[in-house]
């Protein structure tokens, strides 16, 4: 997969982490407060895997989830500032958190036919705008050229924590053990990465750190 930088692109704000770490509430207010778009990556893998599940398919069965893939048409845009995305002009909302979309989720993002499919679609996003893009391969990847980088950590135990308070039936342990083992693009602390251990932080305290060091490289 290609990592090749274009100099015309807008800026890119990765932001990278194990489940509940806090990346998407971080990454979404990082965005707000400096203007960017804020995409989450993890959206793209999870509306795929709702797909495959409404579409009765069996998220192990390789060739019919990559028949699906080949056929599907995903439409990626921008609200307020916060990206979009809907898969054959269907939207799940809430659907995108379900029980079943949790446990299925890494199997689908370990194919990397997927992978190369949705990369092409976040790149795409820094083409029109400046964004602030969390995930699990962001840094080392998607937007590997990008000198802004973030790694958000926390203690497995306060992770889970902050899900169940949530009220949300998630394994994460088991899927950032597949995150980080997978073949294509694991979970991975990127070179020259800043990583912070919100365990014991609040999310202004972690967005703070997160714009001192942007304004420290520069930024803002
Ligand atoms: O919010 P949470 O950390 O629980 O997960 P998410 O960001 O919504 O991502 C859901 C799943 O998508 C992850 O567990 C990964 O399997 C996959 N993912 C990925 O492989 N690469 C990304 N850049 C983002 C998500
Ligand atoms: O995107 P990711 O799965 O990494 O985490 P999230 O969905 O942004 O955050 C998980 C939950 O932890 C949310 O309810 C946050 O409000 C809470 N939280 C946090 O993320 N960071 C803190 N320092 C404190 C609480």
Redesign the pocket.
């Known amino acids: 997969m290609s990592t090749a930088s274009d100099p015309t692109e807008h800026r890119a704000i990765a932001i ?6 806090g ?2 509430s971080v990454a979404r207010r990082v965005a707000e407060r400096l203007g960017f778009v804020f995409v ?7 509306i795929f ?1 709702w797909w495959v599940l409404e579409n009765g398919i069996d998220c192990s069965d390789r060739e019919a989830v990559l028949r699906l893939l080949a056929k599907a048409q995903f439409e990626c845009g921008e609200v307020d500032g916060v990206a979009t995305v809907a898969v054959d002009g269907r939207e799940p909302g809430e659907g ?2 379900r029980e079943d ?2 446990a299925n ?6 194919y990397p036919e997927v ?1 190369e499919r ?2 092409a679609a ?1 790149r795409a996003h820094r083409q029109t705008a400046d964004v602030v ?6 840094g080392t ?2 937007f590997a050229d990008s000198p802004y980088k973030f790694y958000i950590d926390a203690s497995e135990e306060v992770r889970q924590q902050r ?1 169940r308070a949530e009220g949300i039936e ?1 394994s ?1 342990s088991e ?2 053990r ?2 980080s083992s ?1 073949v294509a ?1 694991p ?1 991975a602390v990127a070179d020259n990465a800043f990583v912070i251990d919100s365990s014991e932080l609040t999310l202004d305290e972690v967005v703070e750190k997160v714009l001192a060091k942007l304004r420290q490289d520069g930024l803002s």
Not at 40 to 46: E, F, K, L, P, Q
Not at 105 to 110: Q, R, T
Request: proline share 2%; hydrophobic share 40%; charged share 30%.
């Open positions: 990278d982490g194990p489940a509940a770490s990346k998407s989450n990556s993890g959206a793209m893998y999870r895997t995108l958190s979309v949790n989720v890494s199997v689908i993002a370990a992978r949705l990369v976040q893009m969390e995930g699990r391969d962001i990847v998607v899900r998630d994460i899927r950032d597949k995150d997978r693009s979970l």
